[in-house]
């Protein structure tokens, strides 16, 4: 194994080292949606998308509230989502956010701390912009997840695709793979937060929506996802692509 080559086209090094935010609405993105909706209730509320991208999910919550603020590191999908009529995007780091203490009443982070430069800092802004009583909601990878779903890096070249077992592997091995993205541990995702003002109100793992599969594989696909999301219920729910963790300002 080597260090990551600089050589990448710009579009697939951008890819590997920020992901790629969702650029279209299916039964996935639409179920996280109703997720968020559950666990911190929109109607009405001040709302900042942690990490945007081209303003999907913004768009979509404005079927709640119309007080809806995003922000992106990323210029060029914040220019995407302007073109496409979406309005309150905001360029602005994680570490380091334009708004004020107490600006908003709920905080939604979609696989996006994996990115930051600084996770822990990124967790401290959540923080400090929530209102009292305000919630942040987070998805983030789970290190128990079969896949490392943002590929790999081997012998200085990256490698795009889900890839087997490569977060179950010991951290010196699995980081020197991944070193573009991070996935967690209950313990590591929760601990970012210690320190902070606010208290725990439901950590918990989900599993995909599938929407690909489902789309190739139709009744068979439906099956998988079916099976899959009924694992939430059971202590299968701890090998989920994603932690959901909701914390609350106090």
Same mark, same amino acid.
């Given at each position: 194994?080597?260090?990551?080559?600089?050589?990448?086209?710009?579009?697939?090094?951008?890819?590997?080292?920020?992901? &790629?935010?969702?650029?279209?609405?299916?039964?996935?993105?639409?179920?996280?949606?109703?997720?968020?909706?559950?666990?911190?209730?929109?109607?009405?509320?001040?709302?900042?998308?942690?990490?945007?991208?081209?303003?999907?999910?913004?768009?979509?919550?404005?079927?709640?509230?119309?007080?809806?603020?995003?922000?992106?590191?990323?210029?060029?999908?914040?220019?995407?989502?302007?073109?496409?009529?979406?309005?309150?995007?905001?360029?602005?780091?994680?570490?380091?956010?334009?708004?004020?203490?107490?600006?908003?009443?709920?905080?939604?982070? &979609?696989?996006?701390?994996?990115?930051?430069?600084?996770?822990? /800092?990124?967790?401290?802004?959540?923080?400090?912009?929530?209102?009292?009583?305000?919630?942040?909601?987070?998805?983030?990878?789970?290190?128990?997840?079969?896949?490392?779903?943002?590929?790999?890096?081997?012998?200085?070249?990256?490698?795009?695709?889900?890839?087997?077992?490569?977060?179950?592997?010991?951290?010196?091995?699995?980081?020197?793979?991944?070193?573009?993205?991070? /996935?967690?541990?209950?313990?590591?995702?929760?601990?970012?937060?210690?320190?902070?003002?606010?208290?725990?109100?439901? %950590?918990?793992?989900?599993?995909?929506?599938?929407?690909?599969?489902?789309?190739?594989?139709?009744?068979?696909?439906?099956?998988?996802?079916?099976?899959? %999301?009924?694992?939430?219920?059971?202590?299968?729910?701890?090998?989920?692509?994603? %932690?959901?963790?909701?914390?609350?300002?106090?």
């Amino acid at each position: 194994m080597s260090e990551p080559s600089d050589a990448l086209h710009p579009s697939t090094a951008k890819a590997a080292e920020r992901g &790629n935010p969702s650029f279209v609405w299916r039964a996935g993105q639409e179920r996280r949606l109703a997720m968020l909706n559950a666990v911190a209730p929109l109607a009405g509320k001040r709302v900042l998308e942690f990490g945007c991208g081209i303003g999907l999910y913004m768009r979509e919550i404005r079927r709640y509230t119309p007080h809806v603020f995003g922000f992106d590191i990323e210029i060029e999908r914040l220019q995407t989502g302007r073109a496409a009529g979406g309005t309150g995007l905001l360029a602005a780091a994680a570490e380091r956010l334009p708004f004020a203490d107490n600006a908003f009443d709920v905080v939604f982070s &979609n696989e996006v701390l994996e990115h930051v430069v600084d996770d822990r /800092a990124a967790c401290r802004e959540m923080a400090r912009v929530l209102r009292p009583g305000g919630r942040a909601v987070i998805f983030a990878p789970n290190r128990l997840y079969p896949f490392e779903t943002h590929g790999i890096y081997w012998r200085g070249q990256y490698h795009f695709g889900n890839k087997l077992l490569v977060n179950w592997l010991p951290d010196v091995i699995r980081n020197a793979l991944a070193p573009h993205v991070r /996935a967690y541990t209950s313990r590591q995702l929760r601990a970012l937060f210690d320190g902070a003002p606010v208290r725990l109100v439901l %950590h918990t793992q989900v599993y995909p929506g599938f929407d690909n599969i489902v789309a190739r594989a139709g009744l068979a696909g439906r099956a998988l996802r079916a099976a899959a %999301h009924r694992f939430e219920s059971s202590p299968l729910r701890a090998f989920g692509l994603s %932690h959901l963790l909701v914390v609350e300002k106090v």
